[in-house]
């Protein structure tokens, strides 16, 4: 696990300048504070920043082979690098490491860029193949590590966080008012957008090739899901996906570090502890709690889980001070803002998890994997609204909209009528509608657009949910899509900023290949979410933690001190003429929210926690930019008198 920077003059070939790579590495060093090392030739530049979890002595980057030939950078971890270097070695390959990167530069000697088809983990890595004058650059099949790019004048500047990038380069991109506006509708900014300006995230399964003086962006990872040629019966589903659960999290633990589990009091992250007792134990489990008000909201249920199952519990308090205390903080680490209120918990859990252990494994995946969020269930009952008589579905519908808040159910009885697939569930994805969003901006701050731009970049994916049904195609999206982009983004940079790794075990290659070819009949039953899931988490958790309402890690307890913050600093935000926001945003429209929201007509606190996380990140942006220029110079001035 590290962070990696480069930079590539494929067009100019002019020669790489040693001291930006260093900057740029050294922007990222929280990612990696065990090692650094660099790669200078010509016009291409390799930095690494390692954080040792596996092979200690031998895992130093950038590595290359023997003849060096091939060079790689890689941030992440291979689970069955084991099998795949014993293979390689049937094939001839010899190795000088134990390590997992090595593995990877045998594999594409051997079968080029397919090599990623082989790999199950989760990666963010650039390949210089010396001979081809060829540089790839790749994003693990989940989107759990990130890469970062930006092209410009015939150069590539990429790495694991958009410092790197920003640290290259003496000016700082503009907002993005497309991606604004994306942010504003979805809560995070969909790949390949960034909040900046040219710069570009790169999408769940691709990879940059640049070579023969052009860059090129190819999906590698193109698995079809296709339905099981039989109906499976209910205990076979059960006994097969529980074995590979086992074998995701045994791989899962492969560290020669210590491990924890971030315990969240709910079936996810208490069934992954059941499974790792399997393989060893006892192991640290930390939770977050919120002061004697909150306590029986999450601790209570998680203290249980872990006596149940010989954990070593730790806690964290955390309390509405704090919370308002840190959030400039933790959205300078997030980089582009995302409003989802799970994010100061997972910062304060991953601080604490830290001082005990390097590697923790979180239970992220099977809601979106089985259909544990509301919205999957308007998604698996859509075809019976869209059933109804046009007039009978009009009278409903009007009479919903005339409901006091529910916004909820008013966003699911106009999305769910569309009859274009990938617009129904751009529409379930959405806070709003597209053009309430485009009327909170200041005229002429959007170009002319269709306003689709997600179901554009959706398109791509089509070959993907050719055989799925309703559910499994809005669920291919979402580990595709919105996975990757909020919440595994949250989750790598906020651990990542306290230098901790987190695994996502339910996110293993085999259990999300297998889980998308089965139908919804398992995923959501008699109204039951996760109902397949649930049928394994039987056998190891406890029936108040089985029939417990699903709360997200913290969510409903931040919810409640955000809403409350109206009253006090956050309210500010909307009435202070000089918020940054109103330079791309018009107040009045922004301020009509706000209205409507405190005299209980509309529930737009999501919405407006989205406007208080722009505010917060412009806040951050400015007060960041003399910080940078300072560290930048700083950087030049140690690299002179290393050199």
Known sequence: MCGIAGQFNFQRREPVERETIVRMARSIAHRGPDDEGFFISGPVGLGFRRLSIIDLAGGHQPMSDSEETVWIIFNGEIYNYKELRAELQGKGHQFRTNSDTEVIIHGYKEWGTDVFNHLNGMFGLAIWDVPNQRLVVARDAMGIKLIYYKIDNGTLTFGSEIRPILAAQ???????????????????????????????????????????????????????????????????????????????????????????????????????????????????????????????????????????????????????????????????????????????????????????????????????????????????????????????????????????????????????????????????????????????????????????????????????????????????LEIRCSLPDELLMYADKLSMAHSLEVRVPYLDRTVVEYVQRLGANLKVRNGTRKWLHRQVCQSYLSPRILKGKKRGFAANVVDEWFQSSFNGALREVFLDESSLMFGLLDPKPVRRLLESHQCGRQDNHKLLFSLVMLEQWLRGRWSRRERLVSAAQEGMDAVRLAS
């Open 170 to 476: 003496n000016s700082r991109p503009d907002v993005d008012p497309i991606a604004l506006n994306l942010f504003l509708r979805f809560r995070y900014t969909p790949s390949p957008l960034t909040i900046f300006q040219g710069v570009r995230k790169l999408a769940t399964g691709t990879m940059l090739v640049i070579e023969n003086d052009e860059c090129r962006e190819e999906r590698w990872y193109k698995f079809i899901p296709t339905p099981f040629p039989t109906c499976k019966k209910k205990e076979e589903t059960v006994g097969e996906l529980l074995e590979l659960y086992r074998g995701a999290v045994k791989r899962h633990l492969l560290s020669d570090v210590p491990v924890g589990v971030l315990l969240s009091g709910g079936l996810d992250s208490g069934l992954l502890l059941a499974l790792m007792n399997e393989q060893g134990g006892p192991w640290p489990a930390y939770t977050i709690g919120y002061g004697e008000s909150f306590q029986d909201d999450e601790l209570t249920d998680a203290a249980e889980t872990a006596a149940l199952l010989g954990a070593r519990h730790i806690s964290v308090k955390l309390d509405q001070t704090e919370f308002e205390r840190s959030l400039p903080k933790i959205v300078e680490c997030l980089e582009e803002p995302i409003a989802t209120s799970s994010i100061v918990p997972m910062y304060f859990v991953s601080q604490r998890a830290r001082q005990d252990v390097k590697v923790a494994l979180i239970g992220q995946g099977p809601d979106e994997l089985f259909g544990g969020y509301k919205r999957h269930l308007g998604i698996h009952y859509g075809d019976w609204w869209r059933g109804l008589p046009a007039g009978l579905r009009s009278m409903a519908g009007f009479a919903v909209s005339r409901l006091p808040r529910n916004e909820m159910l008013k966003r699911g009885v106009r999305s769910l009528g569309s009859k274009d697939r990938l617009k129904r569930y751009e529409d379930v994805f959405s806070l709003a509608p597209a053009e309430m969003i485009d009327d909170l901006f200041r005229d002429d701050i959007l170009p002319q657009r269709n306003g689709h731009e997600l179901v554009d970049y959706w398109r791509d994916l089509l070959p993907q949910i050719e055989h799925t049904d309703e559910l499994g195609g809005f669920q291919l």
